[in-house]
């Protein structure tokens, strides 16, 4: 794939615009203020990935080098993020859920014995996006690279420029909040 | 994430650990603890079920395709970054 796009092969740009193009969107879209901005800094990218991939050496995943591109050129298009809102949520679970020990006041509803429907991946797509749409960037942008893109908490990292600490706080609070509005809908279907 | 000064850690300080637990960054006494507690917490077994279900689910996000003229327009400006 590396050597199709070193030679300039139109069908591997295209293949890899159909394999990225979404992906890198939402990810844009939580540094900056608008899709169109977000458009034009996957275009960037894609410039910057054709421009550059001669000077790619493999020190690290091509995915990873990519998305590094876009969250380069997406924080120069307009950055959105601001230090951690006070509205984020601090508790990985709301403390009314839990008596005076600190023990759960009611059980825990178990997930997995429900009918297969009720977990079917497709059904659930379009909650998880809007849910993510919902998190705060910082939180979604970790929680895209971890969970949605399979990236290592190292190559989250490198693309975010962020401490491992940091990611990894950020990552718990995502989750946290993307299973709780799971369990929101959960019941409802 | 919480210090845990107590022997046994509580449902409500579970849950904050879950995603260190997750990454392996526990030390082995929090996570051997973290462990006692899943195994008499029936609650909180389920609820790290949820999140490993959250995390799957997260990963099965179907990737929308590209519209035949977000690809073609793409494919233009590609020829003419080529030919510049």
């Not at chain 1, 020190?59 to 951690?84: C, D, M, Q």
């Not at chain 1, 601090?90 to 997930?111: E, S």
């Not at chain 2, 850690?9 to 879950?18: D, K, N, R, S, Y």
């Not at chain 2, 030390?27 to 917490?41: G, I, K, P, T």
Request: net charge neutral; with cysteine; charged share 30%.
């Amino acid at each position: 794939m590396l050597a199709l796009l070193r030679d300039g092969d139109e069908e591997a740009f295209v293949s890899l615009v159909s394999r990225y193009q979404q992906p890198m969107l939402r990810l844009a879209r939580s540094f900056v203020p608008s899709q169109a901005v977000a458009e034009e800094a996957v275009q960037d990218t894609w410039l910057g990935m054709v421009r550059g991939i001669e000077r790619f050496e493999g020190r690290s995943s091509f995915k990873t080098w990519l998305f590094r591109i876009l969250v380069n050129r997406a924080r120069s298009a307009g950055t959105r993020e601001h230090p951690a809102a006070p509205t984020e949520p601090l508790h990985a679970v709301d403390p009314a859920r839990f008596n005076d020990q600190g023990q759960w006041a009611d059980p825990v509803d178990r997930w997995i014995e429900e009918s297969e429907q009720r977990l079917d991946a497709a059904a659930w797509s379009p909650v998880l996006k809007a849910a993510l749409e919902d998190l705060p960037p910082r939180q979604r942008q970790v929680v895209l690279l971890r969970d949605v893109e399979g990236l290592s908490n190292e190559e989250a990292c490198a693309v975010l420029g962020i401490s491992v600490g940091n990611q990894r706080v950020l990552l718990h609070r995502g989750r946290s909040q993307l299973r709780e509005i799971l369990e929101s809908k959960m019941g409802k279907r | 994430m919480l210090s845990l000064r107590h022997k046994d850690i509580v449902c409500q300080q579970a849950v904050e650990l879950v995603t260190d637990y997750l990454e392996g960054a526990l030390s082995r006494r929090d996570r051997r603890r973290f462990e006692a507690h899943l195994r008499a917490c029936p609650n909180c077994t389920a609820y790290v079920e949820q999140i490993r279900i959250t995390i799957l689910l997260a990963g099965a996000i179907d990737a929308e395709d590209l519209t035949p003229k977000a690809r073609e327009e793409l494919r233009d400006l590609y020829r003419g970054w080529r030919r510049e």
